[in-house]
């Protein structure tokens, strides 16, 4: 396992987040938790829910596996990205004209005249998404080369461009300031996409590019079957990868009929849980998969599975620290970050029992992020949409009868419920022998196995305290 591929990715992914805990330190200082920061959270959640599908899963994971069977890979890329980058303008552009409709869909809850604020800052901010698309494109093909680091950190210039609007505007009205924050995406979306055009030279990417446009009309018909297979892939690893973005979708939806302020301590609870997430998780899981799709392209079914093996111990042993530390910590958690100006101590303890809900799910969903890498790297796209399907039709069933029960906190739980189920679903199509060739019972795992058990007992404990109380 590439272990400096690991390391670089995460040490991007927590210098990427400790910024974006300083922006959103400073929204909670600068805005509170009220219908100001709902609306920043609704207008960010369409761009932000885009890339993360791109950054973090359905392009990247049909991506790769596709451009290392493709046979000429820059003409498969470069009609792959024609495809795309002119369906996201389009789409760009429909979200511009129709962003009060969208808006309502967004947050059917909201009254007229904050949908109408709302709709401008969604038009904005959905530009986005054409940006972020271009920077991931460039990050997969980095990817192909293991070149992590470029991606990892670029999510920095994002948070940097936010927060100097922010800095910029703080003693101005409140739509003022989130004008500034809307144009702070779009100026982050360029930084982000200049970084990696200037890598993208270094590795001698650009070449290819004019490589491939030079023989792209001879030999298009040529990558038809490969650009085939990518979108037939592509499409349901859009949805079978999207379950978590989803499900913040409907909590903002469902959120937005409960009291103002249940939207932003959703948005802060959820900031905390996608940390431990992203930087384990998507780290581990985004330095192995090249390395695996490879393997599995070889038909060495073995090496894949060692891969496997210390990317699921190693997992295993810090998503079980990050779940106790995050349960019996949230209110210290919430305090330490945004506890200022205008986010009072009855704000920290919403956003702490939403966190504290939301970390029951960590252990699961970080898994998931793991062994769904299978059924990419095979090409078995269509079932991990099945696995979606089936999640997000019993969460919404959970959500309505837990929001009535514990209001944003039940919106929470229903989530964590979902990723127990998740896991346990990819894991049927991972298959029972894969499993049990990856859980080897040498001492250190043993080990491992108790304080796994004994930590989630503590937590389980305390939660069970918590509620008593």
């Known amino acids: 396992m590439r272990i400096k591929s690991i390391f670089s990715n995460s040490g991007g992914i927590l210098f990427s987040r400790i910024f974006g805990f300083i922006r959103d330190t400073m929204m909670a200082?600068?805005?509170?938790?009220?219908?100001?920061?709902?609306?920043?959270?609704?207008?960010?959640?369409?761009?932000?829910?885009?890339?993360?599908?791109?950054?973090?899963?359905?392009?990247?994971?049909?991506?790769?596996?596709?451009?290392?069977?493709?046979?000429?890979?820059?003409?498969?890329?470069?009609?792959?990205?024609?495809?795309?980058?002119?369906?996201?303008?389009?789409?760009?552009?429909?979200?511009?004209?129709?962003?009060?409709?969208?808006?309502?869909?967004?947050?059917?809850?909201?009254?007229?005249?904050?949908?109408?604020?709302?709709?401008?800052?969604?038009?904005?901010?959905?530009?986005?998404?054409?940006?972020?698309?271009?920077?991931?494109y460039l990050g997969s093909l980095l990817q192909y080369k293991e070149h992590f680091a470029t991606t990892a950190f670029a999510t920095t210039l994002l948070n940097i461009a936010i927060i100097l609007s922010m800095l910029l505007y703080k003693n101005s009205s409140k739509e003022e300031i989130l004008l500034a924050m809307s144009w702070g995406v779009i100026a982050g979306g360029i930084l982000q996409l200049i970084a990696h055009i200037i890598v993208a030279k270094r590795f001698k990417i650009l070449k290819l590019f004019r490589y491939g446009a030079t023989n792209f009309k001879s030999k298009k018909e040529a990558v038809k079957r490969d650009t085939n297979r990518f979108f037939k892939n592509f499409f349901p690893a859009i949805w079978g990868n999207s379950t978590l973005q989803i499900m913040s979708f409907l909590d903002t939806w469902l959120a937005s009929f409960l009291v103002a302020g249940s939207i932003s301590y959703l948005y802060y609870g959820n900031r905390i849980f996608q940390l431990p997430l992203a930087l384990f998780a998507i780290a581990v899981s985004t330095a192995i998969f090249p390395s695996v799709t490879k393997k599995i392209k070889l038909n060495d079914k073995v090496a894949a599975l060692i891969e496997f093996r210390k990317a699921f111990w190693i997992l295993l042993y810090l998503l079980t620290a990050a779940t106790v530390v995050g349960i019996i910590y949230s209110n210290e958690i919430i305090w330490l970050l945004f506890e200022r100006g205008n986010f009072t101590r009855e704000n920290t303890l919403e956003v702490g029992s939403v966190l504290l809900?939301?970390?029951?799910?960590?252990?699961?969903?970080?898994?998931?992020?793991?062994?769904?890498?299978?059924?990419?790297?095979?090409?078995?796209?269509?079932?991990?949409?099945?696995?979606?399907?089936?999640?997000?039709?019993?969460?919404?069933?959970?959500?309505?009868?837990?929001?009535?029960?514990?209001?944003?906190?039940?919106?929470?739980?229903?989530?964590?419920?979902?990723?127990?189920?998740?896991?346990?679903?990819?894991?049927?199509?991972?298959g029972i022998d894969n499993l049990l060739s990856i859980i080897i019972f040498s001492k250190i795992y043993k080990y491992g196995i108790i304080l796994s058990i004994f930590t989630f007992i503590v937590a389980s404990i305390h939660i069970l305290w918590l509620h008593i109380n």
């Open 29 to 136: 200082s600068i805005l509170g938790a009220n219908i100001y920061s709902d609306i920043f959270a609704v207008a960010f959640k369409l761009p932000n829910f885009f890339r993360r599908i791109f950054a973090e899963g359905a392009f990247m994971q049909s991506f790769i596996p596709s451009f290392s069977a493709a046979k000429y890979k820059t003409i498969f890329s470069i009609k792959v990205i024609l495809y795309l980058l002119g369906t996201i303008i389009f789409l760009s552009i429909l979200v511009n004209i129709f962003s009060y409709p969208i808006s309502k869909v967004l947050a059917p809850g909201f009254s007229v005249d904050n949908l109408i604020l709302a709709s401008k800052y969604v038009a904005i901010q959905f530009w986005y998404l054409p940006l972020i698309f271009l920077v991931t």
């Open 357 to 430: 809900m939301y970390m029951i799910g960590l252990i699961p969903y970080g898994l998931n992020k793991l062994f769904s890498l299978w059924l990419y790297s095979n090409h078995l796209q269509s079932k991990a949409a099945k696995i979606a399907t089936i999640s997000l039709i019993i969460y919404t069933i959970l959500a309505v009868i837990l929001m009535n029960l514990l209001e944003a906190q039940g919106l929470a739980l229903a989530g964590s419920i979902i990723g127990f189920l998740n896991l346990f679903l990819t894991l049927r199509y991972f």
